[in-house]
């Protein structure tokens, strides 16, 4: 389908967000970090976690009072080959970023590196993280709790977060290997793109409490946040698609982004308190970094995690399918048609962004204004 939204420059997009970030008391370092973050989804085409988010989950919280503008970033523990931190309900991107960059040095001195971190808010696309350490030409491993909405395997109650698990290696393609996906068979950031644009939820993706899949999408975020409905994991409902093994890799991110530090986890993640009150998230993230150099070298991985992603594109296809994708191809795709063209940017969210501007006084005239 044709693409009718206007393209917006990149560069204004991203000077913009640090602006507002820094309207809302985000240091400017730090605004950088976290707008780079949501362009990296738009770059590669995820847009339930780009552009779409920046006011709602960001700005909202920090003007909510939910989430600290200012990231008070403690380091708990550091050891040669993990690190612990505590985030104080900063910016999760800011607390990530520095995060990953402490343990690519381990990792680049000891093999690996692993760091957790606790008290933290969202991070943007877990994707993001893993990447840091496949363009440095390390293995990334990246994985976040998050607020509950999905339901354990013959639940409905909205236990596990959508718990993404997400890896990126390097490969001698132009591309790297990034899988980053949730654990659930979709996001809240999805559906909230859907009741955006009037679509369902296509069916399977949700159930209510009386078992059964929801579609209206604009009904699901209102039944998510109060319990009415679940999100269902990686497999959909019930077992005979095996929707116990996204419910048991969910459950792996949660108990690694809690158990290693101490952190909050399930029905503690809620966004409200026992009197209905907006409360911070107290999310808890880990990231782990392999250095190919200490087992056969970068050289010798990039070229065998080339050779499989080949061999799996030339191998036989379906009837009637034009091509096999392998992990972050589609990406690197979007990339190469945007990155001339710039950011597609909706009414819902131009509306937004005007919002933001017109709140902090801030002196922009946006492209579609003209």
Same mark, same amino acid.
């Given at each position: 389908?044709?693409?009718?939204?206007?393209?917006?420059?990149?560069?204004?997009?991203?000077?913009?967000?640090?602006?507002?970030?820094?309207?809302?008391?985000?240091?400017?370092?730090?605004?950088?970090?976290?707008?780079?973050?949501?362009?990296?989804?738009?770059?590669?085409?995820?847009?339930?976690?780009?552009?779409?988010?920046?006011?709602?989950?960001?700005?909202?919280?920090?003007?909510?009072?939910?989430?600290?503008?200012?990231?008070?970033?403690?380091?708990?523990?550091?050891?040669?080959?993990?690190?612990?931190?505590?985030?104080?309900?900063?910016?999760?991107?800011?607390?990530?970023?520095?995060?990953?960059?402490?343990?690519?040095?381990?990792?680049?001195?000891?093999?690996?590196?692993?760091?957790?971190?606790?008290?933290?808010?969202?991070?943007?696309?877990?994707?993001?993280?893993?990447?840091?350490?496949?363009?440095?030409?390390?293995?990334?491993?990246?994985?976040?709790?998050?607020?509950?909405?999905?339901?354990?395997?013959?639940?409905?109650?909205?236990?596990?977060?959508?718990?993404?698990?997400?890896?990126?290696?390097?490969?001698?393609?132009?591309?790297?290997?990034?899988?980053?996906?949730?654990?659930?068979?979709?996001?809240?950031?999805?559906?909230?793109?859907?009741?955006?644009?009037?679509?369902?939820?296509?069916?399977?993706?949700?159930? @209510?409490?009386? #078992?059964?899949?929801?579609?209206?999408? &604009?009904? /699901? +975020? %209102?039944?998510?946040?109060?319990?009415?409905?679940? =999100?269902?994991?990686?497999?959909?409902?019930?077992?005979?698609?095996? @929707?116990?093994? #996204?419910?048991?890799?969910?459950?792996? &991110?949660? /108990? +690694? %982004?809690?158990?290693?530090?101490?952190?909050?986890? =399930?029905?503690?993640?809620?966004?409200?308190?026992?009197?209905?009150?907006?409360?911070?998230?107290?999310?808890?993230?880990?990231?782990?970094? /392999?250095?190919?150099?200490?087992?056969?070298?970068?050289?010798?991985?990039?070229?065998?995690?080339?050779?499989?992603?080949?061999?799996?594109?030339?191998?036989?296809?379906?009837?009637?399918?034009?091509?096999?994708?392998?992990?972050?191809?589609?990406?690197?795709?979007?990339?190469?048609?945007?990155?001339?063209?710039?950011?597609?940017?909706?009414?819902?969210?131009?509306?937004?962004?005007?919002?933001?501007?017109?709140?902090?006084?801030?002196?922009?005239?946006?492209?579609?204004?003209?």
């Amino acid at each position: 389908m044709a693409e009718t939204r206007p393209y917006i420059a990149w560069d204004f997009i991203n000077k913009f967000m640090i602006d507002a970030f820094v309207a809302a008391g985000v240091p400017e370092e730090d605004a950088k970090i976290c707008a780079d973050v949501l362009l990296e989804s738009d770059r590669r085409g995820i847009e339930s976690h780009g552009c779409n988010r920046f006011k709602p989950i960001y700005i909202d919280r920090i003007n909510a009072g939910i989430q600290n503008p200012v990231t008070n970033y403690e380091v708990i523990k550091d050891t040669p080959t993990t690190l612990v931190v505590d985030a104080h309900d900063g910016m999760g991107m800011v607390a990530s970023y520095k995060a990953m960059n402490t343990i690519i040095e381990k990792a680049k001195k000891y093999g690996m590196g692993m760091a957790v971190v606790r008290n933290s808010t969202h991070f943007g696309i877990a994707g993001y993280w893993a990447m840091m350490a496949s363009k440095q030409g390390m293995l990334g491993i990246s994985g976040t709790n998050a607020r509950p909405s999905i339901a354990p395997t013959f639940g409905v109650d909205n236990m596990l977060g959508t718990n993404p698990l997400t890896f990126a290696f390097p490969t001698d393609e132009p591309f790297d290997f990034v899988l980053d996906c949730a654990t659930s068979i979709t996001q809240r950031g999805k559906i909230e793109y859907y009741a955006r644009i009037g679509k369902d939820t296509p069916e399977g993706m949700v159930i @209510g409490r009386d #078992g059964k899949a929801m579609t209206d999408s &604009v009904q /699901i +975020l %209102s039944d998510l946040t109060t319990e009415k409905a679940a =999100l269902t994991p990686l497999g959909g409902i019930g077992e005979d698609l095996a @929707g116990y093994k #996204g419910y048991g890799y969910a459950t792996v &991110v949660e /108990i +690694l %982004s809690a158990a290693l530090q101490g952190g909050q986890f =399930l029905k503690a993640l809620v966004d409200r308190d026992e009197n209905g009150n907006k409360k911070p998230y107290h999310l808890g993230h880990f990231f782990i970094v /392999i250095n190919p150099e200490f087992f056969l070298g970068e050289e010798s991985f990039r070229k065998t995690a080339g050779d499989i992603l080949r061999d799996l594109r030339q191998s036989a296809k379906a009837p009637g399918a034009k091509q096999i994708f392998t992990a972050g191809e589609k990406e690197y795709l979007v990339w190469q048609e945007r990155k001339d063209k710039g950011v597609p940017i909706g009414e819902a969210v131009q509306k937004e962004f005007m919002a933001v501007r017109d709140a902090y006084k801030l002196d922009y005239t946006f492209p579609w204004e003209k």
